[in-house]
């Protein structure tokens, strides 16, 4: 069964570093989303993707945040100047037109030290 | 601004029990709403997906019933194994922002 895939599983990065988290989404999937969640905390809503532009963000994702398709199948999530308070799980999660059923990845654990 | 409740926080039981998560939602004018499990330290694993116009879905030992009208969901499992014990998630997709909100989860630990 197709499946999310997200690398790297954990990030280790130091205050002020830009990260970039990759995720590879379903093959016939076409809408993409990023989400978060601190440890203990809700799964929060970061970003949706669609047409290779920025459909929704929420509050979170601020001009330290962008998103991109860069070659038709890598979806990827950068955060410029990584702060303490960005270390948690990044999820990237894919849907198929119509049904809106997400499909989510493995995550990757971001430590910001 | 769709929220979700989650109830109970945590539950914990014996093998074999029957059991009753439930998940709230403030705004009716839903698209879907999707039951997930998760492990600790792992990603989402979709468990059931229902349609606004569904009242049921049903996979195995799991049924999770819809009524828009009140705001609620609630996820049954049956005859529940130690290998249920995760945290499940409910997620709330709203009509027209298509923004997904989750609750906080409901930890379930099914002891042998």
């Known amino acids: 069964e197709p499946e999310v895939t997200q690398t790297p599983s954990h990030q280790v990065t130091q205050m002020g570093q830009e990260v970039i988290l990759r995720c590879v989404p379903i093959?016939?999937?076409?809408?993409f989303y990023w989400y978060r969640q601190i440890l203990g905390q809700k799964v929060e809503f970061l970003v949706s993707?669609?047409?290779?532009?920025?459909?929704?963000k929420s509050e979170i994702f601020d001009d330290q945040f962008s998103v991109e398709r860069p070659d038709g199948s890598n979806f990827t999530l950068k955060i410029r100047s990584t702060k303490l308070e960005d270390s948690a799980m990044y999820f990237c999660?894919?849907?198929?037109?119509?049904?809106?059923?997400?499909?989510f990845g493995p995550g990757t654990r971001l430590t910001v030290t | 601004k769709q929220e979700v409740t989650q109830i109970p926080a945590a539950l914990s039981v014996p093998e074999g029990e029957n059991l009753v998560l439930n998940c709230s939602f403030t705004?009716?004018?839903?698209?879907?709403l999707q039951w997930f499990r998760q492990d600790p330290g792992k990603g989402l694993t979709s468990l059931l997906l229902?349609?606004?116009?569904?009242r049921e879905q049903t996979s195995g030992r799991l049924n999770a019933s819809l009524d828009k009208s009140s705001g609620r969901s609630t996820l049954y499992i049956a005859a529940s194994q130690p290998g249920d014990s995760a945290t499940y998630l409910c997620?709330?997709?709203?009509?027209?922002?298509?923004?997904?909100?989750f609750g906080r989860g409901t930890s379930l630990i099914v002891h042998p």
């Open positions: 999660a894919t849907y198929r037109e119509n049904s809106y059923e997400q499909y």
């Open positions: 093959s016939n999937h076409l809408y």
């Open positions: 993707f669609y047409n290779n532009e920025i459909s929704e």
């Open positions: 705004d009716s004018a839903i698209y879907n």
């Open positions: 229902i349609q606004s116009s569904q």
């Open positions: 997620a709330v997709l709203s009509g027209g922002s298509y923004i997904p909100t």
